[in-house]
């Protein structure tokens, strides 16, 4: 997904606020998650969200987004953000997070996903990481 940022989406100083940029990380985890399900989902969790770069007003903003691990119900989707200078083509990565996505039926419950099928290494290993992490969250859960 790509977006121009604009002044409406900024500070007075020309940053664009991190919650503008949390709303376009949200749309792309979304539609990831309600394409690999098949359904409507719901955002249960955003974690490990990190601002690595300021994005100014002017920038275009790419947001990646990919699925890293899938449970009974929710899928646990990889956000990266980049920014283009659109004057010279030079990108800079500017926001990571994951985002915990549940599929839900017509009433708003929770609803089994398709498993995830990994065919590369490196996808074998983010899959592993997610599933450390997601039971790193039900640990937490269980805790709390």
């Known amino acids: ?8 989406q900024a500070n007075p100083a020309g940053f664009v606020h991190g919650g503008e940029l949390m709303k376009l990380m949200d749309n792309a ?4 998650a309600g394409r690999h399900s098949n359904s409507y989902v719901v955002t249960a969790q ?3 969200i990190r601002f690595l770069q300021p994005v100014r007003v002017g920038a275009l903003v790419l947001v990646y987004a990919k699925i ?3 449970g009974r119900t929710s899928m646990e ?9 659109l004057s010279n083509g030079q990108r800079t990565k500017a926001l990571t997070s994951y985002y915990t996505m549940v599929a839900v039926d017509d009433e708003g419950q929770p ?7 990994v065919y590369t290494e490196e996808e074998e290993k ?3 990481e997610g599933m450390q992490r997601y039971n790193a969250r039900k640990t937490a859960q269980a805790k709390a």
Do not use: W
């Not at 989707?77 to 200078?85: G, K, L, R, S």
């Open 1 to 8: 997904m790509a977006q121009l940022m604009l002044p409406a």
């Open 29 to 32: 985890a979304g539609v990831t």
């Open 126 to 128: 983010l899959f592993n």
């Open 68 to 70: 890293t691990f899938v």
């Open 77 to 85: 989707i990889q956000i990266e953000v980049e920014t283009e200078d």
């Open 46 to 48: 955003v974690n490990d």
């Open 111 to 117: 609803k089994q996903v398709p498993p995830l099928i």
